[in-house]
């Protein structure tokens, strides 16, 4: 089973941009639909954008068009773009990997504040 560690969070302002990674470690990476959940304070964990082994993706309304979700299999990662960032994209972003028939992966969870 993959391990999952996030980086790339922090604070920007509203309109500008981040760019998160997760780095996986064991298991095959390959196989599994990598995706990226946010939770913020009081709400429950939401999916943000999702990638399948082939490349297909898939974004939660709010970020279409401004966030980009992608994969590199052969340095086993996935990233999420994100721009024109909002007040209300705050929140603690998790990477997730799963897969039908394992029990689903999380990473620990980067911060991401969007404030002036």
């Known amino acids: 089973q993959v391990q999952l560690v996030e980086s790339g969070g922090g604070l920007v302002q509203p309109g500008g941009s981040l760019r998160l990674s997760c780095a996986a470690s064991g298991g095959i990476f390959s196989i599994y639909v990598m995706g990226w959940y946010r939770q913020a304070p009081g709400t429950q964990r939401e999916l943000v954008a999702r990638i399948t082994p082939g490349g297909s993706v898939n974004y939660a309304d709010p970020v279409k068009g401004r966030f980009t979700i992608s994969r590199d299999n052969a340095k086993k990662t996935v990233s999420l773009q994100m721009n024109s960032l909002k007040p209300e994209d705050t929140a603690v972003y998790y990477c997730?990997?799963?897969?039908?028939?394992?029990?689903?992966?999380w990473g620990q969870g980067t911060q991401v504040t969007v404030s002036s």
């Open positions: 997730n990997a799963a897969k039908v028939g394992i029990t689903p992966t």
